[in-house]
Structures are given as C-alpha cells and as structure tokens.
C-alpha cells in the first residue's frame, strides 16, 4: 500500500506564513511521537517533495484503526501548489464564483472525463500565475467578474493551499487526528486521497 497517500492541504494560510506554520506543527507532531526527524523517502511518490519525515513511535494514534500495514514517510509540503486527489488527475471538475455564486463546470460528469478546454483554460492559467506568485484572477463566465483564484471555492476534489501534510503508505487517518491537526494549522482544510 505504499502508493496510497492522504493528505491535508490548508486552504487558507498565506504563503507567507506557510513555512513558519508548519514548521510549529512538525514540532508538535515530532514531541507527540507521530513524527520524527528522520528523513524518509521509501514508497513516497508525492508531486510537491522528495522526502519526508518517517513516522513516529507512536503514529498509529493518529488512524481509524489498528494498523494492518504502513507506515511510509510523510512529506511536510509549503509553498503554492494546485493538489488533487484520487488517482493522478490535473483538472478541477467545477469552481464556484465568490461574487454571484455560479459554478463554472469545466469537466461534465458523467458524460465526460477530460476538462471542457475552453472553460478550463483561462482557470488553469489562473492558477500558474497565482503558483508563479502573482494574484492569479478568474473571470466568472455568469457575472464576468475577475476573482483571485483563492477565493474561488473549488469543487472537491481539488484545492489550492500553501501548507500541506502528505501521508505515504498510513492506513486511513482518523477523523479526530484530523480534525486535531486542522485545529493546529488553524485554517480550513481539505483532505485528499488518493493512489499514485
Ligand atoms: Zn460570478
């Protein structure tokens, strides 16, 4: 189970404080024993990091259940990154306006798999200019209002963040760890899973 990932992205902190914010929850992962120091890499495949920590002595709090295999490493990723779930997928399937609410569709399921490109494109753009550092505004199709990406609620599950734990190989996390290390980033979150 080694390509098996979850992971939790802050939506909300700054790229500022990113790399100070997640450094304060390392050290609190690192003295509750669910982390250590210890760079790891070993069934790691994460498109953000090239290595992680290796898990503590006592990670298998932080899960559902008695672990039946893992842990891998767990990559501590800063810095603005687009992140999607499930298995390999580039695209967001929907975004929804901060102004007038509208949600812009850009993949149709069912009937489709691949992003309406048209649609698509502007966003995608939007979304290299706001990693590349810059504001990164998308113009609404509805009310042809521009918004920064960041204010766009994108459909799930797809999600732009500035700090996020990546968990290689851990069998399902618990609600509670989760919600737990939500409580600490201090923002909104979005979980993902998902096969590399
Ligand atoms: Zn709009």
Known sequence: MGDYFERVVDIEATAEEAGPLAARVLDRLVAEGILTREPDREGMYSLYADEGFAAGPEWARALQTEPGWGPGPVAVITGRHHFVGGQGEDDAEYAVCPRCAARTTFIDYPNSFEPDERTWAPFRSAVEAWEAGGTGE???????????????????????????????????????????????????????????
């Open 138 to 196: 998308a113009t609404c199709p509805a009310c042809a209002t521009p918004s920064p990406v960041t204010d766009w609620q994108w459909g799930d599950p797809y999600a732009l963040g500035t700090v996020c734990f990546e968990f290689w190989g851990w069998p399902p996390l618990s609600d509670a760890f989760v919600a737990d290390l939500t409580a600490r980033l201090g923002h909104r979150t979005v979980r993902h899973m998902g096969k590399f």
